[in-house]
């Protein structure tokens, strides 16, 4: 088993961080390899833009130019690198706080610049057809708001897959497999939950 | 009427850099008050995080961070103009490419920066509540999928009603009423669309 655990929070001091320190401990003790993308610690750029790769592409929607790049191998080295993770990934976690019903933008910036037309998918090479078919994924999330809220009768009138939807259906989009989120709603008590993560993430690994 | 246009596209050439002309022109004609706020162009950071303010908020929550740090004036230049921009404005226009399901990442950091606590919303102060109430937006988008892919029997299996869900959410939270959005599906005739985003427009401003 080989994870890639991507990573989007910007406080050390965290709950998120603890979470990312007791997937890391559990891969250890049980030998899993494992890479990380710590996105604000790697100060990845989150803007996808020509600067993504060279000059000649100028003209080409954004999407189309990827493509090309990716195919010539003129892609920057920090989209190679985390191409290079996906491919040899069985299973990627995103962990990341929910901001304004999504993620925070440096991860939605890791799709928008990784996920390439070639490599993750391609003209009817999508879904069960997709170029990441074989691999699984899943989310950890943290939610400000408490689980009530995240209720068809709750503030936000409807349930938290109904937010995570346009993040799954993004890697389902590639072939990837979603397996169940792990969602801390609200404040909670952190020793208890470092111990809730670690038998979520054993059952993943398993 | 003054209207805050946010546009988030890096290509000059686009489909979309052409709506947005057209929307400025017609803005001018109607002598309609705006202010653009051009990401790309802008250089908008997209990344929230302690840059944002003054170090010693380093400790707290992001979320809290930010509150203090506009109660007591602290927060960056950038975000104070957008804060100024939103204030003066009774209609918020936020025109993008739909990628993977959602805004552009330097989109969604203008929401993770820009809709701070205790400016856009507080504690009780939601939805119908929300401190932006009195205000309306809308969302101009373009896909890549026909309008056929985003239907219930579509490879999508959704309609963009959706995709566009958590955006819409994010912006009725703060107490923001939002318009029916212009949706442009797969690759169409710019000339016609020009005329129709015209008279969608002259809907908004009428």
């Not at 080409?60 to 290079?84: H, V």
Request: proline share 3%; hydrophobic share 40%.
């Amino acid at each position: 088993m080989n994870i890639l655990y991507v990573y989007a929070h910007p406080n050390p001091e965290s709950l998120n961080h603890l979470l990312k320190q007791q997937a890391a401990d559990l891969f250890t003790a049980e030998n899993i390899e494992v890479s990380y993308s710590d996105l604000y610690s790697d100060h990845f750029n989150a803007v996808a833009s020509w600067h993504d790769f060279s000059s000649e592409m100028q003209q080409l929607q954004y999407m189309l130019a990827q493509q090309k790049a990716y195919e010539e191998n003129k892609l920057t080295t920090d989209i190679k690198s985390e191409i290079k993770k996906i491919t040899a990934a069985n299973h990627i976690i995103l962990q990341f706080p929910l901001w304004w019903f999504s993620t925070p933008a440096i991860l939605k910036g890791w799709l928008d610049r990784v996920l390439v037309k070639g490599f993750a998918y391609d003209t009817g090479k999508i879904f069960d057809a997709g170029l990441l078919k074989g691999k699984t994924a899943s989310l950890t999330v943290t939610t400000q708001s408490s689980e009530s809220a995240y209720q068809i009768q709750g503030v936000h009138h409807a349930t938290i897959d109904t937010f995570l939807h346009h993040i799954q259906h993004t890697l389902r989009f590639t072939g990837i497999e979603m397996l169940p989120p792990y969602v801390i709603y609200g404040a909670v008590d952190a020793e208890r939950k470092k111990k809730e993560y670690k038998d979520y993430l054993r059952n993943i690994i398993s």
